[in-house]
């Protein structure tokens, strides 16, 4: 498949995850908006200029958490990412904002690393536990 012809709609979490992800956001009085891949989420800012394709390579500020808060991952200086390389969360949620603009994407297991236990390279421990609700703080700075 041509993956500049992405599809976001084409990659969805299973209505077992999504349900576990509205749990969440209801218990944490979070109002979000559901995308058709089952993933929410928030704009705080729209920005613009340019939008990200799936082919776009990308500057970005961003923080990773869990839903207990631990933050496993952030960039508070913009770094540069392929599009196409990123979990699907990502590849969905950056092209609906633009240079300047601000997202929150809230991640079902699917839609970010899955099954897979992420671990830290130098200690070994676990970052991101199997099957976790992920939840990016995501800023666009450019699209290159």
């Given amino acids: 498949m041509d993956q500049c012809n992405y599809d976001a709609c084409a990659i969805a979490a299973p209505a077992s995850e999504i349900t576990q992800l509205e749990a969440y956001l209801s ?35 961003y923080k990773g958490q869990l839903t207990n808060g631990t933050v496993f991952d952030q960039a508070t200086t913009a770094v540069t990412f392929s599009l196409s390389n990123l979990i699907e969360a990502w590849k ?4 609906m904002i633009k240079p300047g603009g601000k997202i929150k994407l809230y991640c079902p297991p699917t ?33 290159y």
Avoid: W
Wanted: charged fraction near 10%; hydrophobic fraction near 35%.
């Fill in 92 to 95: 969905k949620g950056i092209p």
């Fill in 27 to 61: 218990s944490a009085s979070i109002t979000a908006t559901k995308h058709c891949s089952g993933m929410y989420y928030t704009i705080d800012v729209a920005g613009s200029g340019s939008t990200a394709t799936a082919c776009s390579t990308v500057g970005v500020k």
């Fill in 111 to 143: 839609l970010g690393y899955g099954s897979q236990v992420i671990r830290d390279n130098v200690t070994g421990n676990t970052v991101i536990p199997a099957n976790s609700i992920l939840i990016f703080e995501v800023e666009l700075t450019n699209v």
